[in-house]
């Protein structure tokens, strides 16, 4: 029997930009051929997809790493690179992604949902790009961008019509086994569940049926709702059952009376998510074949998995229950499939620790991702970029003087203003447009 595996780490990373190609057109009877130097393919994205046919995190404990392919270089002749291929990673229903940090980014709790753990890098423009009236014959292309990266933290809430939630040892796995065809390991012992079992429960006739998901809970314990015990790993699994059972123990020799049980799990329900109490609940007496003939007041239902006493009464009123907690839900949610990407990221400008003016942001660092950025035309490329996000802005914003050092990507450069309004003259300018900021 496969492992289940509920908490897994994933290490994403995207594919790389190609990068873009300096070319000449060179052919017999073509005088000065112009740039014809291709552009670099995208890198391909990762993505997170929920996909029913997969019951747990187990493929993600021992190898997380999910790497998509990387765009192909440009070439000559306007030949452009290939795109590198997306991965689609299949998740369980139910996956929530987190940072290491332990913020939650995204949730996946419908078959479908799909959300872009990273994004590829954009494939650099050949130099055929920046042809124009003002450059004939640049020199310079893009280089490819790299592919974003990152490890996250990924948790299984799973996805059930029914949890079954009581005390250790109460009867939940005989009865999961007793109503459905799943095969839970059984003892007489406590906490022999250690992982969620789920059993398929079908009521009605061929024609008219209702089929619900029912959830073995492992037993809960006083002080669940702050993490004793495996507390919080335990009840995360309960948060999106449309129907709770709570399991009160009527055996004669149980160790709590059923008074006592039903206090203490209602409470660490509610003090772990209030809004679990709001549920459709059923709360239901175990093993009545040990309860010496006497029926608490408390249970809405009685039963015994041995005997099986009240087990269609309770098929029964757990497929009532679930149809009208699926039809008040989808009328208030709308269950198309949810495409998630992150927002796209703002251009910042920070302060180091040597007292430079760090420019922060996939757009600025793209702006000056050039091939040769010691060619006058590239540099001229990288200031009009840097501009055009306002990045000049940002940076008088911050407070930055006259020969302050800024870092934007692999690029350092002393900062400058333009004299000109000065009364000096634009012949004595250095040789870069009269309205941009520069390099020295």
Same mark, same amino acid.
């Given at each position: 029997?496969?492992?289940?595996?509920?908490?897994?780490?994933?290490?994403?990373?995207?594919?790389?930009?190609?990068?873009?190609?300096?070319?000449?057109?060179?052919?017999?009877?073509?005088?000065?051929?112009?740039?014809?130097?291709?552009?670099?393919?995208? *890198?391909?994205?990762?993505? &997170?997809?929920?996909?029913?046919?997969?019951?747990?995190?187990?493929?993600?404990?021992?190898?997380?790493?999910?790497?998509?392919?990387?765009?192909? #270089?440009?070439?000559?002749?306007?030949?452009?690179?290939?795109?590198?291929?997306?991965?689609?990673?299949?998740?369980?229903?139910?996956?929530?992604?987190?940072?290491?940090?332990?913020?939650?980014?995204?949730?996946?709790?419908? $078959?479908?949902?799909?959300?872009?753990?990273?994004?590829?890098?954009?494939?650099?423009?050949?130099?055929?790009?920046?042809? =124009?009236?003002?450059?004939?014959?640049?020199?310079?292309?893009?280089? *490819?961008?790299?592919?974003? %990266?990152?490890?996250?933290?990924? $948790?299984?809430?799973?996805?059930?019509?029914?949890?079954?939630? !009581?005390?250790?040892?109460?009867?939940?796995?005989?009865?999961?086994?007793?109503?459905?065809?799943?095969?839970?390991?059984?003892?007489?012992?406590?906490?022999?569940? +250690?992982?969620?079992?789920? !059993?398929?429960?079908?009521? !009605?006739?061929?024609?008219?049926?209702?089929?619900?998901?029912?959830?073995?809970?492992?037993? +809960?314990? $006083?002080?669940?709702?702050?993490?004793?015990?495996?507390? #919080?790993?335990?009840?995360?699994?309960?948060?999106?059952?449309?129907?709770?059972?709570? &399991?009160?123990?009527?055996?004669?020799?149980?160790?709590?009376?059923?008074?006592?049980?039903?206090?203490?799990?209602?409470?660490? &329900?509610?003090?772990?998510?209030?809004?679990? +109490?709001?549920?459709?609940?059923?709360?239901?007496?175990?093993?009545?074949?040990?309860?010496?003939?006497?029926?608490?007041?408390?249970?809405?239902?009685?039963?015994?998995?041995?005997?099986?006493?009240?087990?269609?009464?309770?098929?029964?009123?757990?497929? %009532?229950?679930?149809?009208?907690?699926?039809?008040?839900?989808?009328?208030?949610?709308? =269950?198309?499939?949810?495409?998630?990407?992150?927002?796209?990221?703002?251009?910042?400008?920070?302060?180091?620790?040597?007292? =430079?003016?760090?420019?922060?942001?996939?757009?600025?660092?793209?702006?000056?991702?050039?091939?040769?950025?010691?060619?006058?035309?590239?540099?001229?490329?990288?200031?009009?970029?840097?501009?055009?996000?306002?990045?000049?802005?940002?940076?008088?914003?911050?407070?930055?003087?006259?020969?302050?050092?800024?870092?934007?990507?692999? &690029?350092?450069?002393?900062?400058?203003?333009?004299?000109?309004?000065? *009364?000096?003259?634009?012949?004595?300018?250095?040789?870069?447009?009269?309205?941009?900021?520069?390099?020295?």
């Amino acid at each position: 029997m496969a492992e289940f595996v509920d908490e897994a780490q994933l290490h994403a990373k995207a594919g790389d930009g190609g990068a873009g190609s300096v070319s000449f057109r060179r052919e017999a009877h073509v005088d000065r051929g112009g740039p014809d130097g291709g552009d670099g393919g995208n *890198g391909g994205d990762v993505w &997170l997809v929920a996909d029913r046919n997969q019951a747990s995190l187990l493929g993600f404990r021992d190898h997380p790493f999910r790497r998509a392919t990387s765009g192909v #270089h440009g070439m000559g002749k306007k030949r452009h690179g290939a795109g590198g291929k997306d991965l689609v990673v299949p998740v369980p229903v139910g996956t929530v992604i987190k940072t290491l940090d332990g913020e939650q980014v995204c949730d996946l709790p419908i $078959e479908g949902d799909r959300w872009l753990a990273a994004d590829g890098g954009h494939g650099g423009f050949g130099n055929a790009r920046f042809l =124009s009236n003002r450059r004939r014959a640049p020199r310079f292309a893009e280089q *490819g961008e790299a592919g974003q %990266e990152f490890w996250f933290n990924m $948790e299984l809430k799973l996805v059930a019509d029914v949890a079954l939630v !009581g005390f250790p040892n109460v009867g939940k796995s005989t009865l999961i086994a007793s109503i459905s065809a799943a095969k839970p390991k059984i003892a007489d012992y406590p906490f022999t569940t +250690l992982v969620p079992n789920l !059993g398929v429960v079908r009521y !009605g006739s061929s024609d008219d049926y209702v089929e619900y998901v029912v959830a073995d809970i492992p037993g +809960l314990i $006083e002080g669940a709702a702050e993490g004793k015990g495996l507390g #919080h790993q335990f009840l995360r699994h309960i948060e999106r059952a449309r129907v709770l059972v709570v &399991l009160l123990d009527l055996a004669e020799g149980a160790e709590r009376t059923p008074q006592e049980q039903l206090a203490t799990l209602l409470d660490e &329900l509610g003090r772990y998510q209030p809004s679990l +109490l709001e549920r459709p609940r059923v709360v239901l007496g175990s093993r009545a074949d040990l309860s010496g003939g006497v029926e608490d007041h408390l249970c809405d239902l009685v039963v015994s998995s041995v005997t099986r006493q009240g087990l269609d009464a309770l098929i029964a009123l757990l497929a %009532e229950k679930v149809a009208s907690a699926r039809k008040e839900q989808a009328s208030v949610e709308n =269950s198309t499939i949810r495409v998630h990407r992150p927002a796209k990221e703002a251009v910042v400008v920070e302060r180091g620790d040597d007292g =430079s003016y760090i420019v922060i942001g996939r757009a600025a660092e793209r702006a000056v991702r050039l091939s040769d950025l010691t060619d006058d035309g590239a540099l001229d490329e990288a200031v009009r970029r840097l501009e055009k996000l306002g990045v000049d802005r940002l940076l008088s914003r911050a407070g930055v003087k006259e020969g302050d050092r800024v870092v934007v990507g692999e &690029l350092e450069f002393s900062w400058w203003r333009d004299q000109a309004a000065e *009364g000096i003259s634009p012949n004595e300018l250095p040789r870069r447009p009269k309205r941009a900021k520069g390099v020295t």
